[in-house]
């Protein structure tokens, strides 16, 4: 199998970890191995068992990519308390990080990083066409049924990254550019118990203060955004990322559809 894919496998299954700790408190022991001569053809008999999640990388460069799990195994890993819907959710979420996650490492080198759009439920074509690795799941010493996780063929070719040109960097610049994000995503793994004040603005508006002394109780207040803009998350009152609302496990949550770039975050650091 391809060395990128595999590449992929590993760093999704760290991204997957990390991001079912950060939606439910609990990090998994989980294991990649890619498919051996065989299993493809086995799982792809017993596909109807799974639930599967699709979600396509977006222009230019596309693939798509699936993860198959049992109900027993996704309403596990979202400390699904009965919800089956809540907990399908909260999968789709965990999904949705873990290939976001796994891209933006293995692309930061990129002149354009591979980004995923939304997820769907969705089933994949026949597994012994696509390149195929089975996760391995405990969770709290109990041992899950495992995942499947899935890639088109031609995700090789592009999560290689594109053709070097005579002006672009050398390759020890792309190797210290790869190192370097690879080291951000372990350091965050050491940052994973701070805390810090995240905020949610829905929209700001100003006005005279003869207006604001006159606002009681139903008074209705027209803020700067329309039905449908995206809303800001602030950290320490700097915008960092912008995304949509959703319900979360019963409580309000954001999805987040735009983060703020390099240069603007490297500035953040610097001010603080």
């Known amino acids: 199998m391809e060395e990128s894919i595999i590449s992929f496998f590993e760093q999704w299954t760290e991204e997957f970890g990390r991001a079912v700790e950060m939606f439910t408190g609990e990090r998994p022991t989980l294991g990649q191995k890619p498919a051996e001569k065989g299993q493809a053809e086995e799982w792809e008999a017993n596909r109807s068992n799974y639930q599967w999640w699709q979600q396509e990388a977006e222009e230019p460069e596309t693939f798509r990519a699936w993860v198959g799990a049992v109900e027993s195994c996704w309403t596990a890993l979202t400390g699904s308390s009965g919800d089956t819907n809540e907990a399908k959710d909260l999968f789709q979420e965990i999904v949705s990080q873990a290939n976001q996650g796994a891209a933006a490492v293995l692309s930061a080198s990129f002149p354009h990083p591979i980004k995923f ?99 009681t109780s139903g008074s209705l207040v027209e803020l700067d955004r329309q039905l449908g803009d995206y809303v800001e998350v602030t ?36 001010a603080a």
């Open 117 to 215: 759009g939304s997820v769907s439920l969705a089933s994949p074509g026949p597994l012994p066409s696509l390149r195929v690795a089975q996760i391995s799941v405990s969770l709290k010493s109990v041992t899950l049924p495992p995942l499947i996780f899935a890639l088109e063929p031609r995700a090789a070719q592009i999560l290689e990254g594109p053709a070097p040109s005579p002006s672009a960097k050398s390759d020890t610049d792309t190797d210290l550019a790869l190192d370097e994000a690879k080291i951000s995503s372990s350091a965050l793994d050491r940052l994973m118990d701070l805390h810090f004040p995240v905020s949610v603005l829905l929209g700001q508006t100003s006005l005279p203060i003869r207006d604001a002394l006159k606002i």
């Open 235 to 270: 950290v320490h009152g700097t915008v960092v990322a912008r995304g949509e609302i959703v319900a979360v496990r019963g409580n309000y949550g954001v999805r987040i559809k735009e983060v703020i770039s390099r240069k603007d975050r490297l500035a953040l650091k610097n």
